[in-house]
């Protein structure tokens, strides 16, 4: 009887190690009608202690803040994701219209917002992020065109494109942007994918409950020399290894690959501008009006072995996180959990300036 329940164990340890297939599970957020957790010029990763840049809207765990680490978050009273044990920190740069009347901007509300807990296949061993684990991905100062209008994953293979848009429309056969173009003055289609690309597309984004979206993916594999805090030297993509999995590097730890999709509700400004299939009226929170610097930020806030029990046993898919059986700490059925602002956004309808006065910039500039 030792001798077989020894078997199964190192089968067991063999199966978590080895991943053939991939596999994946959602997260879904609990959220007020066209909100976030919380809004505002807050970024705890890059600019610590003080007002950001640029404005974000953040989901997660309630202890979010100016300063942020991990014992913090685990130590939140709420968080709307939909897992109890999950009080990390989720965030993006929100969205604007700019009116092509008068040049002001109106906030586009968040749809809602999903993050793909992926599972890749992998010889490597996926662990739980370790708490207080600081991501970023995407380039908010990129204005300049990107390689290809499609994503590039692989670091083996040239310059890593980790952030997309993608565009859902009724008409399927809608041109998302212009024929041939070098995204020099508008976006570029994805090649392999017509409703998605890289910059802000050029049509209204109408499909049914799904209007325009940004698409991030979060790299995963981490550093442990480089540690929590560096978010500039502490991840990287993995590479692609033989039987079509993806491996990090010896002495590094292959965490969850994340991908966020960040709804926006642009449909409700279908009305106020007019498509001439070469500009669009959107910008992002730092000015940017070509969408190439979409990006996003995460702080770990799991409980390891909830995580560590997702990854092993949870491949629900779209289905999401919260259907899978026996989930340590339970579901989050329906806590929105909102969080204060320490630099809110302005509450007027219609603003002259972004928040922080970022200068447009990009296309048309």
Known sequence: MKVLTAHLFTLLATTVRAKDEGSFAVLHFNSE?????????MDPIVSPGSASTHS????????????????????????????????????????????????????????YMNVY??????????????????????????????????????????EIQAVQWTCPTQDSNANRYPANSDGTKAGMQDPTNKGSGAGFPVVNCDGYA????????????????????????NMAFPTAASGGKTDCLEGWTHVPHLFY??????????????QDGETQPFVLSNGDRTGYSSHADFIAGWDTETLQTIIDGCNSGDAGMDTCPDIIGGVNKD??????????????????????NNPLSGWGV
């Open 33 to 41: 009608g066209g909100q976030f957790s919380t809004e505002g010029r």
């Open 56 to 111: 974000h809207g953040i989901m997660g765990g309630s202890n979010f803040d100016l300063t942020v680490d991990g014992e913090q978050l685990l130590n939140s009273n709420c968080t709307n994701a939909k897992i109890a044990n999950d009080k990390s920190n989720y965030w993006a740069p929100n969205l604007w219209f700019q009116s092509p009347v008068n040049s002001t901007f109106k906030k586009v509300p968040l749809f």
């Open 117 to 158: 807990y992926k599972f890749d296949a992998t010889n490597d061993e996926i662990k739980a992020f370790p708490p207080g684990l600081k991501i970023v991905s995407g380039d908010a100062l990129k204005r300049s065109p990107p390689a290809t209008g499609g994503l590039q994953l692989d670091p083996s293979q040239g």
């Open 210 to 233: 799904s209007p325009l979206r940004q698409d991030i993916h979060m790299p995963s594999c981490y550093n442990p020399d480089a540690g929590l805090n560096d978010y500039k030297n």
């Open 261 to 274: 999709e960040v709804y926006y509700d642009t449909p409700q400004f279908q009305n106020d501008w007019d």
């Open 335 to 356: 806590e929105t959990c909102q969080i204060s602002s320490a630099f809110p956004d302005p509450t007027d309808d219609w603003i002259t300036d972004l928040p922080g």
